[in-house]
């Protein structure tokens, strides 16, 4: 290759120009790391697992039209590449390579002559994606207070603790949850009263109405986390059984939860995990193996767990973490060597940031939620015995000082957002 030709976005009207003739669309959408195209026909390409490579017509004719779409706005992920197939490409020999990199891009393109061979009319960037509402309300549920409890207590838009429900489903603690299907919940996992480790799960409707247990899938394990990826799904991941583990299980958009994949990174427990960014990232933080540890795991738009990556801030376990201001999320509270109350920021690109001393009783074992749309709330855990306290934290990420919580004092318990109507 003598050269490169990226994201060649001329941001125009953004507007696809129509062919004299029509256009015809492929039906079916390719996903197929190679496809040879046709000229006048518009064509979804969809590169959540690989990239793609288009190679155009070889005999192209002046005035035919190839419209090429991001199926699934992954192009930034995985790149769309065209290869012209021996015609120049906006005036530049085959030689060069054609890289579109920019998630939701729509190109169109028109063959011109021999000279300046292919031609973009647009490829313009779609960046006003269709934005989910963020969630209002929390759940705090199960955990233990010496014994396992199945009680729940709900959070308001305003981040008031209401007073206990009792729940339905099996008692457990030191389990995971998270939101799934953008405004519903759900608690997976954790050891009975009997000591034995579970895998089923309770889904919370968008009312906040806990379900029965449902049997779950993967290893009955405790001490994981829950991660929202993708904007509607959810990953569990880590834990430990009678040893320490790495492997994810992934919740769909209705609450299925699916079969063991081996994960990636440090296997260990006690970790926290929150999702970031608009594009519907998350990460994994902090745990135990066999001391405690302060790296990450990056978690992708589709639920791909990446290596680990040293992290920033004190090594930690037994923490809790949640969104705030809509794409950020916040790591706090928590145990090494003493109990802790400091913070750590992560960024919307998921840099996370260095500690910040907290405000509020050090603890571990609490739990956190988003709630009201961009704000969270820390509540829970235990110092030299259960607490039922709680701080707010603010949409820049400002731990409140305590507020004496409502409902039963307990730690190692889950919580998660729901329901999008405050």
Partial sequence: MSGKIIDNVTRSSGTIAPTTGGLSWESAVITAS???VEGNRGYYINTTSNACTVTLPSAASIGDQIIL????RTFATNN??????????QGSSDTFTVDYTTNAQSISIVFSDSTKGW??????????????PPTQKGIFGFGTTGDFQNMTNLV????VIAADVTGVGTARGFLAAGSYGGDKAIFGFGPNSAAVDQNLTNKVSNLGVVAADTAGVGTGRFNLAGVEFGGDQLIFGYGQTGSLISLTNKVSNVGTVAADVTGVGTARYALAGSGYGSSGQGLFAYGFTSGDVSLKNLVSNTGVVAADVAGVGTARSFLAAATYGGDKAVFAYGITGGLQN???LVSNIGVVAADVSGVGTARSQPAATNYGGDKAIFAYGVVSGQVSMSNLVNSSGVIASDVTGVGTARRSLGAAGFSFSA
């Fill in 342 to 344: 400091v913070k750590n």
């Fill in 80 to 89: 769309l590449i065209i290869d012209s197939n021996g015609n120049n490409f």
């Fill in 34 to 36: 190679t496809v040879t």
């Fill in 156 to 159: 308001n838009s305003s981040g």
């Fill in 119 to 132: 031609i973009p009319v647009s490829d313009d960037a779609v960046t006003d994606a269709p934005v989910q």
């Fill in 69 to 72: 779409v991001d199926y699934a």
